[in-house]
């Protein structure tokens, strides 16, 4: 199972962490990973973590957050801007010392959790 929380409302260039406390993991090897779904658009992946510590990024996240695991899986968010509204969920899947953005292999989601950043 997986959760996702502490969204919230934040101001453009200011940052955020979101925390998923992934229990009950019934897997030796593991990813886990933060999608999010802005207003009107599909879903997509922001990063990723394995139980091996490899992680990726989506284009986008890419030298702006962080994912990293500390007891829980944190994704640091900085320099947030207006189009990373949206709502993230964490989710976890089997994994093989890798991990990636493809939501198809992530089979337990959270609830997830609403960030919005205003400009």
């Known amino acids: 199972a997986a959760a996702g929380v502490w969204g919230g409302l934040v101001q453009a260039g200011r940052s955020l962490m979101l925390s998923c406390a992934a229990n009950?993991?019934?897997?030796?090897?593991?990813?886990i990973a933060w999608f999010r779904r802005s207003p009107g658009k599909e879903r997509e992946g922001v990063a990723c973590?394995?139980?091996?510590g490899r992680t990726l990024y989506a284009d986008s996240a890419k030298g702006r957050f962080a994912i990293f695991s500390d007891g829980a899986v944190l994704l640091q968010m900085n320099s947030l801007k207006p189009e990373d509204t949206a709502v993230y969920y964490c989710?976890?899947?089997?994994?093989?010392?890798?991990?990636?953005?493809?939501?198809?292999?992530?089979?337990?989601w959270g609830k997830g959790t609403l960030v919005t950043v205003s400009s």
């Open positions: 989710a976890t899947g089997a994994g093989d010392g890798s991990c990636n953005l493809r939501s198809s292999e992530y089979n337990s």
């Open positions: 009950g993991i019934p897997f030796d090897d593991y990813k």
């Open positions: 973590i394995s139980s091996r």
